[in-house]
């Protein structure tokens, strides 16, 4: 198997805990990721430390509160496929996050390096900026949670709708040297659901342009995948549609990328 594949564990941990990666799992330097389901009345709690964290509500309702502010009856969609934006919590470090499940509940805790520059603030589905990018076959739509228009320290927060039989993170883009203002060194974590789940599967390829790094990579539905440089497109088989939530951050909050000059036609 892929060092860069991550599966989720077949049963949550007692804390909801289904997948966790630190930048020590993953020998980087700025994204935490992780995915915890609950069922109704569970509690997560969680100090962010010195890390900014955003956590996205993937599917579910949920009551939510941080040090200095509350939200009762927040989550909308009981499905990533629903297609709506989800609604997130962003927390600064040196705060804490504690959810009460108003129902089956899984969410997604995004984090990197916090600098207490913003306040703890409720993202709401219509405060997220949602585009459809490509054309044809290379159509999908962007939900940004928190692009990098939106105030964060160091996270960049990203859901991603590709249609069956379509190709997204397409053409084919890297930012792993920081060499600002033409590219920016972010690291980027994946993670994928597929619609129908059972059986579904979609490919992500990540590869450097020397091949030194060159793996096809076979994604089932729940599973994240790591991407510690280059470039790193996604296929949706026909019939399966390929939903991934995106977390980056880098030392420097901007992206600036650079295509794959083989495929950079496709941008013509």
């Keep these: ?11 949550p941990a007692k804390d909801g805990n289904i997948i966790r990666i630190t930048p020590e799992s993953a020998n980087w330097d700025y994204v935490g990721f992780e995915v915890y389901k609950f069922k109704q009345g569970e509690i997560f709690e969680k100090e962010t430390g010195a890390r900014e964290m955003a956590i996205v509500l993937l599917s579910g309702r949920a009551n939510a509160a941080t040090k ?35 129902s089956n509940l899984e969410i997604a805790v995004c984090t990197a390096p916090g600098k207490g520059t913003y306040e703890a603030r409720l993202i709401r589905p ?12 290379m159509e999908r739509q962007i939900n940004g949670i928190i692009p990098e228009e939106k105030p964060a320290d160091s996270l960049f ?4 709708f590709t249609p069956a039989g379509n190709w997204s993170s397409y053409p084919p883009h890297k930012h792993d040297t920081d060499s600002y203002p033409d590219e920016t060194y972010l690291e980027e974590t994946y993670y994928h659901k597929i619609d129908p789940g059972e059986g579904g599967f979609a490919i992500q390829r990540v590869y450097t342009d020397d091949r030194a790094l060159n793996e096809t990579i076979i994604v089932n539905d729940g599973d994240a995948v790591l991407v510690p440089k280059g470039h790193h497109p996604c296929s949706a088989p026909p019939g399966y549609k390929l939903y991934y ?3 980056m951050a880098g030392p420097i909050r901007k992206w600036r990328y650079t295509n794959d000059k083989d495929h950079e036609w496709l941008t013509k």
């Design 1 to 11: 198997m892929s060092k860069l594949l991550v599966k989720p564990k077949q049963q």
């Design 68 to 102: 200095s502010k509350s939200w009762d009856d927040i989550g909308e969609r009981m499905s990533v496929f629903d297609e709506t934006p989800a609604y997130t919590v962003y927390v600064p470090n040196d705060d804490q996050i504690r959810m009460e499940a108003l």
């Design 126 to 137: 219509e405060d997220v900026d949602v585009a459809q990018r490509g054309s044809g076959h």
């Design 157 to 160: 927060v990203i859901e991603v």
């Design 245 to 247: 939530l995106n977390v």
